[in-house]
């Protein structure tokens, strides 16, 4: 058996991922540390997205091995969707990676941590039925008050910039009694904020055999007197129905936060994408959501850039950013990704244009979002303390308009109880991302 560390990157879907290997790994009689100087095996968990990504995995794969120089030499294990994109050529450019796993073949891992120290590379990829369950072994990182459910794995839509079905294969739904069976474990073991997560979260269901949806899951958690957060994420423009929000006002720890990627506004640059609405479908959208749900916070993404987005185009964007008063934005310039049908497109827009594009966008979303913020001044906010500011030893914590890593942050002057509580604070600053308030009670 060997000591085995892991290193994930990505977004929480990988996450969960990497916390399913750590299970398994341990389950299989593997000694999990958290320091990879200490271990035996070091596996990069990767997300190859766009290039980026790419580039911030292989430097890990590299620091890694660097880590040989440096006393014990650790076998090195590249996980998830890297090795799905690109497993033959890392193999040849990556001679000191010892073995390749992709999302798919997650299960088979303490099998590949056990075979890797023979000579030559091991590649494991396969096609990705695979999905983890309520019983799957688990070992959850970060804060012990916060965790993530995924619910489905892959995607079934047929966007034209992203890799995303071709590395996770088509879209493929958990059973209901198996997700609410997970909401519950987590629950007991005293978790006070879950995050239910999938490429595409409002999905869930389709591809089953039944007539079961997203809003009837939700119905059927049964949360009890659960004093926690249920929070929705990755959320598509498509499938935000009445029946939907109905069944999020309908259960009380449901937060009303709506994580919506609708990537462009202007119908011709979205068709383009391969994705339906236009910006008038949108602020229809985005009024029944704030009419079932008074007070929703709503975030988005935009790809700004998008091959033959003509300035005027880009001022249709502009414009309905502006009407939509969004609570949250982020923002990427295009990234040319090879395989995907937008890498073909003609009228590709330079790139020291789209970045001026971006920090304009940028720059009018920040006003909205400081002006949305000043709005609570006054307010009592519930909120999930999480840490304390390591400079000023002032307690931090989130509301409900605040998903961990993306959003912002509130911060509490006066007594606040342990992190993984709720306390009310009174707001009394506000700034574009945080909020500042006193604690009460």
Not at 107 to 135: D, F, N, R, T
Not at 295 to 305: D, E, K, L, S
Not at 334 to 339: A, F, R, V
């Amino acid at each position: 058996m060997a000591r085995v560390a892991l290193i994930s990157l990505g977004c929480p879907k990988n996450l969960v991922d990497s916390e399913v290997m750590l299970g398994l790994l341990q389950d299989a009689g593997h000694e999990v540390v958290e320091d990879a100087q200490a271990a035996e095996v070091v596996i990069v968990n990767t997300c190859a997205f766009i290039e980026p990504a790419v580039e911030e995995a292989v430097e890990a794969l590299l620091d890694v091995v660097e880590l040989r120089g440096e006393g014990e030499t650790p076998r090195v294990i590249c996980a998830g969707c890297l090795t799905e994109r690109y497993g033959e050529e890392l193999r040849a450019e990556l001679p000191e990676v010892d073995a390749f796993v992709g999302p798919g073949s997650i299960a088979q891992i303490a099998h590949v941590v056990a075979s890797c120290a023979g000579e030559g590379q091991l590649l494991v990829q396969a096609a990705p039925p695979w999905l983890y369950s309520a019983s799957t072994p688990r070992i959850r990182t970060g804060r012990e008050w916060l965790a993530y459910v995924k619910v489905a794995d892959g995607c079934s839509h047929s966007c034209a910039y992203c890799m995303i079905p071709s590395i996770r294969g088509p879209y493929r739904s958990r059973q209901a009694d198996d997700v609410a069976a997970e909401v519950r474990a987590l629950i007991a073991d005293g978790v006070r904020e879950i995050c239910m997560i999938a490429q595409d979260t409002t999905a869930w269901g389709r591809d089953l055999d039944c007539d079961w949806t997203l809003a009837r899951l939700l119905r059927s958690l049964d949360l009890g007197g659960w004093d926690g957060w249920l929070r929705l994420q990755y959320l598509h423009p498509g499938g935000i129905t009445p029946d939907l929000l109905e069944a999020m006002a309908s259960v009380p720890q449901i937060v009303p936060y709506f994580d919506l990627p609708l990537q462009h506004a202007d119908q011709a640059i979205l068709r383009s994408m391969g994705r339906r609405g236009d910006a008038e479908s949108y602020l229809r959208m985005l009024g029944q959501i704030r009419e079932a749900l008074p007070g929703a916070a709503i975030r988005t993404t935009f790809i700004v850039g998008y091959p033959g987005e003509t300035q005027e185009r880009f001022e249709t964007l502009m414009r309905f950013v502006e009407e939509a008063r969004l609570d949250r934005l982020s923002a990427f310039r295009y990234w040319d990704e090879p395989g995907t049908r937008a890498a073909e497109l003609p009228e590709q827009v330079p790139g020291d244009e789209a970045l001026d594009r971006l920090e304009a966008l940028m720059l009018l979303q920040a006003d909205i979002s400081l002006e949305i913020n000043r709005g609570f001044i006054g307010a009592p906010m519930r909120v999930l303390v999480e840490r304390e500011d390591e400079e000023t030893g002032q307690p931090v914590g989130r509301s409900y308009r605040d998903a961990p890593h993306v959003d912002g942050e509130v911060i509490i002057e006066g007594k606040a109880p342990e992190p993984g509580s709720f306390v009310t604070v009174r707001i009394a600053e506000a700034e574009e991302h945080d909020l500042r308030g006193v604690a009460e009670g």
